[in-house]
């Protein structure tokens, strides 16, 4: 019998440490699929296998999921009423879900024209106080910080250590999935907190199963890679809306995961992220730029020779769905024709090849 | 170990009617989850238990998937190079994306402005050949349906039939969940392939497994309604893009599968549909409007005294992702405030309540 989905709590909740009280708060989230992408790998020059972790199958369509049904559950637990976060839009949409699951007020603080237009959505559709504010992401996470200090507002940024409790549980379903740990791990890297909680999994995960422990490669943009850099970005600019941070609030934990698994974090360009969403879609993987970062990275450093993936197994993980920003492809896209509702026109355009 | 989603070709194919030269394309979709809505069930008057089958959680976006990987496995056995299909959004999506993985071109024909903004996106990032015509979705429908008979082009429209062996697949899914059939399965119809899917698949496995018998509710918006008028709508209108059909190609079936199953079809406004959407996101679930209908319908005939559900399992069918037509949300919303990224002045505005 197919296991429906349980939600990550109900499955992984002894390997999470949330607090005794925690009271569950779930939308059956996690359990996303490992899809194998045999065709990109060839592409990419073959004689590996490549898989794509897609996140973007969450309840609200991001990876953010699997922190908020723990911080929420946590946050519920002690009888808070009110959340709120700073988001570059994907945490906005996940906390106002649970909150409004949890019955309680979200209010969600963005940076002004910088969220991408179906994450805004999700947010105001889940019923969250919205604010733009005139300032950064970086900015916004200052101040949800500080206000969260001051009121009876529980602060659901990934600072809050619940929510890397519950991103670690995307190692875990991978090492279940293909028996063990891979032997790369690539994903996008913008406040650092997912690579942060994937190394804590598979950390944990090895130690409790044996299952090993992959080589991460974190991908920045070119126009927001503090960690590249090897210094904050007063103005973090890319395409890539998901990862547009130039101060990582678990920076320092995300060289540390680098390091330790023998993997590094690079950087591609807006271009690089852009060719590969296109090239993943090709694939009938439809994700949001941010998430195509960490595939990107792979192809640039295939192409660089800088790693030998020959015989391995690499995972991509694929943060959030392409529909969480549709405008990105919208502008950068033709408009489709429009013709007569005639049989031969229509014969004609597609015989020709010219739909 | 959390079974990681295998695709329902892998998990059910021995209970599909496929050929034997199906060649497997697959996305991993299925295996959604069942998301109990204890709240909602209340705020309808309570006394019952109510489940949403999240079908926006398939692999793009919307349940149009389940069909896809069925009738774009059987062409690809037969060596088909091209597809073709008319649709209102979702199944262009989803016949783009499948197509993608299996190399084949895909054709999709939809009536010019009359597809949200999401689903085009997604078509288009697939790689369809996306042609806009003047007409209906229903003028569409019957110029592929033309086209595919004259031409090596397969349609993949849900006249195709092993569309239906693949969507079939939920209702074994719901029944897996709960250990048996609901005591009633509400959905949205549009061209009715749907609702003839779930009603084969819920006999199938009865049949098979004793699992029972849902009463079916169909639900259609009242601008777009004929199968509750009895005649075609020449002009249908209604904000549920995806229901927008006004001669259904499986309305004979839908009609049986309401009346053998000791339930109905139905209509409701789209103010209904609306004021659901947005009640369902309260409660956590943000779906496209077409798919709030089945819940609509089920508010209707509670309010009106119809339905008996008490002490009753009710499952409803949301059919695709609120991200599937973010504009829907932005149009009936007020914009976010903004502020200066000013700590005293996000207090006053979230202290105040104001935000």
Chains 1, 2 share one sequence.
Request: with cysteine; hydrophobic share 45%.
């Amino acid at each position: 019998m197919m296991a429906s989905n349980s939600g990550i709590l109900a499955h992984y909740g002894a390997l999470m440490d949330l607090p005794e009280y925690s009271r569950p708060v779930t939308l059956l989230e996690g359990d996303t699929p490992l899809i194998p992408v045999p065709r990109l790998a060839e592409e990419l020059g073959g004689g590996f296998e490549l898989f794509v972790k897609f996140e973007g199958l969450n309840p609200t369509g991001s990876f953010k999921d699997r922190g908020m049904t723990a911080a929420i559950s946590e946050a519920a637990g002690r009888g808070v009423k009110a959340v709120i976060c700073a988001s570059t839009g994907n945490t906005a949409a996940s906390a106002a879900a649970y909150a409004a699951r949890a019955g309680m007020r979200a209010v969600v603080i963005i940076p002004a024209g910088k969220v991408a237009a179906g994450k805004l959505a999700g947010a105001v559709a889940y019923g969250a106080e919205v604010i733009q504010i005139e300032g950064s992401f970086d900015d916004a996470l200052g101040l949800v910080v500080e206000i969260s200090q001051r009121q009876p507002i529980a602060l659901v940024n990934s600072l809050n250590p619940y929510r890397l409790e519950g991103q670690k549980t995307a190692a875990f379903e991978i090492c279940d999935t293909l028996g063990g740990a891979p032997d790369w791990l690539c994903l996008p890297v913008g406040n650092a907190g997912n690579i942060t909680a994937y190394w804590m999994g598979f950390r944990q995960y090895h130690a409790l199963k044996g299952s090993g422990l992959p080589q991460i490669l974190g991908v920045q943009a070119a126009g927001s890679a503090p960690l590249v850099l090897g210094h904050p970005v007063e103005h973090p600019e890319t395409v890539a809306t998901a990862i547009r941070i130039g101060k990582p609030a678990r920076g320092e934990q995300a060289l540390q995961a680098a390091e330790e698994s023998n993997g590094r974090i690079i950087a591609v360009t807006d271009d690089e992220i852009l060719a590969m969403q296109h090239q993943l879609a090709a694939n009938g993987v439809w994700v949001e730029p941010a998430s195509a970062a960490g595939l990107a990275g792979l192809a640039h450093e295939l192409c660089e020779g800088r790693i030998d993936v020959r015989g391995r197994r690499v995972a991509a993980v694929c943060t959030g769905h392409g529909m969480k920003d549709p405008d990105v492809v919208i502008r950068g896209w033709g408009k489709p024709p429009v013709l007569p509702a005639d049989r031969d026109a229509l014969e004609e355009a597609i015989l020709g090849g010219r739909a």
